[in-house]
């Protein structure tokens, strides 16, 4: 059921709203001319109404009771903010170049995450534009936008959205969201959006006063639950499912991340996450190119990325948590929080080896037996990750890896994520070191609100026993604080990071090797004590081996290398790349000492024909 105002492009709009227990409703246009119209009454609760004559870009509310006037909860888009009236928008009128475009597969992505206000100085989407160039130049292919659904204020994450279908009004709107996903198509950029369907926010939720989008069977840390399995929950569904059609559609979306899927509690048979997936599907087989649904789950379940036939979800892809637990632990030494559950080599074994380091093992931070085997997964459908907005901006101080660890930190973190087998994905700043922090930052207007969020955001970091004051959410100072410094990546060790990034993703992308996501092709093992991981991979008669030392000192040890000439290819100490020097031979041959540098890696490659 399309729902909203569907303008056709001749002047006729037909509005669509689900309102199951209002006796009445009216249509409130307030400009071009203000103009009251009663509503019908159809099936499923649905009022609906068509008129000649309307102007696109006309304001409007519902009113659901007399002197009750409320904004479309399907509206697209939200001028004046989520109290104001909603506005229609013509999506015909908008000139697409990219009829050619066919996607690019989620196998071959390397995907870089933004924050649209965060990413420039003028925090819109028409500033990320000239930026494309420079990303593709590095070797991103895919951006993924953190939530741009209209939320209260100016400043937020995008998690508060309250308007699903609603482009955020100080981002640019309708029409530059399609300007920049229409641009990064010319420049062979697919675009991933962020969209939240666990929850809403709390400022201009008007969801509530509309029908039973929520239900008080389940609780979530977001209060009560979307509504996907009790009564009236087909409509529940069909608002959601038509969201992510109308993403793809309207704004020519490559693939949605489903952010926190393990905040929707679905009971019933054949969940609305299924019903996502089949609705995607034959979608994507209407529209003769493939779309894509990631989700982002911290509960190590792999029925999300299974097929149908194997009593999975069918989604396409999903995130690795615990490949960023691991391997940020080991780097950090940090081990508050859900951190506690790693720390060890064995951990970045598993997970460079299978996905999931938690597969049914006890957790010690959940107090219970977690997870189920990714063993079987194609590594292509696991998201890896050193650093993203999540595992950032919820440090108290928002501290990025370049704060926390060394420069030669740095590049060993970026070898391990781009020379594993998974999907990989940057944060914004990562590829030159950014040093800005990722703060949480919202801009509402309740102080009761602001005040709960202050209070809220304190609690949650007692788990990792940080001390001191958090930013203030409310203040655009925080906000300010954490644009990142584009500039700095022309000078100095930023410079030659960002030239470190773009030749790990050259090098992922040309040897076959690298660009294998075959697991069985994939050989893994590690001395614990020694904290040196080694990994070979190889595709036909391509093979690579890899040592990463995770020690702040130089190690010397017996390298045993399969038979053949292996030369090499990279040393993360090399002084190219502004390291101590490398102490490796640029040909090795059978059993070798050698000696690779604290806090370094080194690639090998052996060509047979």
Same mark, same amino acid.
């Given at each position: 059921?399309?729902?909203?105002?569907?303008?056709?492009?001749?002047?006729?709009?037909?509005?669509?709203?689900?309102?199951?227990?209002?006796?009445?409703?009216?249509?409130?246009?307030?400009?071009?001319?203000?103009?009251?119209?009663?509503?019908?009454?159809?099936?499923?609760?649905?009022?609906? +109404?068509?008129?000649?004559?309307?102007?696109?870009?006309?304001?409007?509310?519902?009113?659901?009771?007399?002197?009750?006037?409320?904004?479309?909860?399907?509206?697209?888009?939200?001028?004046?903010?989520?109290?104001?009236?909603?506005?229609?928008?013509?999506?015909?009128?908008?000139?697409?170049?990219?009829?050619?475009?066919?996607?690019?597969?989620?196998?071959?992505?390397?995907?870089?995450?933004?924050?649209?206000?965060?990413?420039?100085?003028?925090?819109?989407?028409?500033?990320?534009?000239?930026?494309?160039?420079?990303?593709?130049?590095?070797?991103?292919?895919?951006?993924?936008? #953190?939530?741009?659904?209209?939320?209260?204020?100016?400043?937020?994450?995008?998690?508060?959205?309250?308007?699903?279908?609603?482009?955020?009004?100080?981002?640019?709107?309708?029409?530059?969201?399609?300007?920049?996903?229409?641009? /990064?198509?010319?420049?062979?950029?697919?675009?991933?959006?962020?969209?939240?369907?666990?929850?809403?926010?709390?400022?201009?939720?008007?969801?509530?006063?509309?029908?039973?989008?929520?239900?008080?069977?389940?609780?979530?840390?977001?209060? #009560?639950?979307?509504?996907?399995?009790?009564?009236?929950?087909?409509?529940?569904?069909?608002?959601?499912?038509?969201?992510?059609?109308?993403?793809?559609?309207?704004?020519?979306?490559?693939?949605?991340?489903?952010?926190?899927?393990?905040?929707?509690?679905?009971?019933?048979?054949?969940?609305?996450?299924?019903?996502?997936?089949?609705?995607?599907?034959?979608?994507?087989?209407?529209?003769?190119?493939?779309?894509?649904?990631?989700?982002?789950?911290?509960?190590?379940?792999?029925?999300?990325?299974?097929?149908?036939?194997?009593?999975?979800?069918?989604?396409?892809?999903?995130? /690795?948590?615990?490949?960023?637990?691991?391997?940020?632990?080991?780097?950090?030494?940090?081990?508050?929080?859900?951190?506690?559950?790693?720390?060890?080599?064995?951990?970045?074994?598993?997970?460079?080896?299978?996905?999931?380091?938690?597969?049914?093992?006890?957790?010690?931070?959940?107090?219970?037996?977690?997870?189920?085997?990714?063993?079987?997964?194609?590594?292509?459908?696991?998201?890896?990750?050193?650093?993203? $907005?999540?595992?950032?901006?919820?440090?108290?101080?928002?501290?990025?890896?370049?704060?926390?660890?060394?420069?030669?930190?740095?590049?060993?973190?970026?070898?391990?994520?781009?020379?594993?087998?998974?999907?990989?994905?940057?944060? #914004?700043?990562?590829?030159?070191?950014?040093?800005?922090?990722?703060?949480?930052?919202?801009?509402?207007?309740?102080?009761?609100?602001?005040?709960?969020?202050?209070?809220?955001? @304190?609690?949650?970091?007692?788990?990792?026993?940080?001390?001191?004051?958090?930013?203030?959410?409310?203040?655009?100072?925080?906000?300010?604080?954490?644009?990142?410094?584009?500039?700095?990546?022309?000078?100095?060790? $930023?410079?030659?990071?960002?030239?470190?990034?773009?030749?790990?993703?050259?090098?992922?992308?040309?040897?076959?090797?690298?660009?294998?996501?075959?697991?069985?092709?994939?050989?893994?093992?590690?001395?614990?004590?020694?904290?040196? +991981?080694?990994?070979?991979?190889?595709?036909?008669?391509?093979?690579?081996? /890899?040592?990463?030392?995770?020690?702040?000192?130089?190690?010397?040890?017996?390298?045993?290398?399969?038979?053949?000439?292996?030369? @090499?290819?990279?040393?993360?100490?090399?002084?190219?790349?502004?390291?101590?020097?490398?102490?490796?031979?640029?040909?090795?041959?059978?059993?070798? @000492?050698?000696?690779?540098?604290?806090?370094?890696?080194?690639?090998?490659?052996?060509? #047979?024909?």
């Amino acid at each position: 059921m399309k729902i909203g105002a569907l303008h056709s492009g001749s002047g006729q709009c037909r509005f669509v709203v689900w309102a199951p227990f209002h006796e009445a409703v009216e249509l409130k246009l307030v400009s071009p001319v203000e103009k009251i119209v009663p509503m019908e009454k159809t099936h499923g609760g649905y009022w609906e +109404l068509a008129l000649p004559d309307i102007a696109e870009n006309a304001r409007y509310f519902y009113r659901l009771k007399e002197g009750t006037d409320m904004p479309d909860p399907a509206s697209h888009f939200q001028p004046e903010g989520v109290h104001g009236p909603s506005q229609i928008v013509d999506h015909g009128n908008f000139r697409w170049t990219d009829s050619d475009w066919k996607g690019i597969p989620l196998s071959e992505m390397v995907m870089y995450e933004l924050h649209v206000g965060t990413f420039t100085p003028g925090g819109t989407f028409d500033a990320v534009i000239p930026r494309l160039s420079r990303l593709r130049d590095m070797g991103i292919n895919a951006i993924e936008i #953190m939530p741009v659904a209209q939320f209260p204020g100016e400043r937020n994450w995008g998690y508060d959205g309250v308007f699903p279908y609603a482009v955020q009004n100080s981002y640019g709107g309708p029409e530059r969201l399609k300007r920049l996903v229409n641009e /990064c198509h010319k420049h062979d950029i697919a675009v991933i959006l962020d969209v939240v369907y666990n929850h809403l926010g709390p400022e201009g939720n008007y969801l509530w006063d509309y029908g039973p989008y929520f239900t008080d069977k389940y609780r979530t840390p977001w209060g #009560m639950a979307m509504n996907f399995d009790d009564a009236y929950s087909n409509e529940v569904r069909n608002f959601f499912i038509e969201n992510a059609l109308h993403w793809f559609g309207n704004y020519h979306i490559d693939a949605l991340r489903l952010d926190a899927v393990h905040g929707i509690t679905d009971l019933s048979a054949k969940t609305f996450l299924q019903e996502l997936a089949r609705a995607v599907k034959q979608f994507s087989a209407y529209q003769k190119r493939r779309f894509s649904l990631i989700a982002e789950s911290d509960m190590n379940d792999t029925r999300l990325i299974r097929p149908r036939k194997a009593g999975g979800f069918n989604l396409h892809a999903q995130w /690795c948590d615990d490949f960023h637990h691991s391997l940020h632990t080991l780097l950090t030494g940090e081990k508050g929080g859900y951190y506690v559950d790693f720390g060890k080599m064995e951990h970045l074994v598993k997970t460079m080896k299978e996905g999931f380091v938690y597969s049914g093992e006890y957790s010690e931070y959940r107090k219970r037996n977690h997870g189920n085997s990714s063993k079987d997964i194609p590594a292509s459908q696991l998201i890896v990750f050193s650093q993203n $907005h999540d595992q950032t901006g919820n440090r108290m101080f928002g501290e990025r890896l370049s704060s926390l660890i060394s420069f030669e930190s740095l590049k060993l973190s970026a070898g391990v994520v781009l020379l594993s087998p998974y999907v990989p994905l940057l944060f #914004m700043g990562e590829e030159y070191g950014e040093d800005a922090p990722f703060l949480y930052f919202v801009s509402h207007t309740d102080p009761d609100l602001i005040e709960a969020v202050r209070k809220g955001r @304190k609690e949650e970091f007692r788990a990792f026993a940080w001390t001191g004051e958090p930013p203030d959410p409310q203040s655009p100072g925080t906000f300010k604080n954490s644009k990142i410094h584009w500039e700095k990546r022309k000078t100095g060790n $930023h410079k030659n990071l960002l030239e470190f990034y773009t030749h790990l993703i050259r090098l992922r992308r040309d040897i076959p090797a690298l660009s294998n996501h075959d697991k069985k092709s994939l050989d893994v093992i590690v001395s614990e004590n020694d904290r040196i +991981l080694f990994v070979r991979r190889w595709k036909d008669d391509d093979h690579v081996f /890899c040592s990463f030392n995770f020690n702040e000192e130089d190690r010397k040890f017996e390298l045993y290398l399969p038979q053949g000439i292996w030369s @090499k290819v990279l040393d993360s100490s090399d002084k190219k790349w502004k390291g101590p020097g490398t102490l490796l031979l640029d040909r090795l041959k059978g059993n070798k @000492k050698v000696t690779l540098r604290g806090r370094s890696f080194m690639i090998y490659r052996r060509k #047979m024909h």
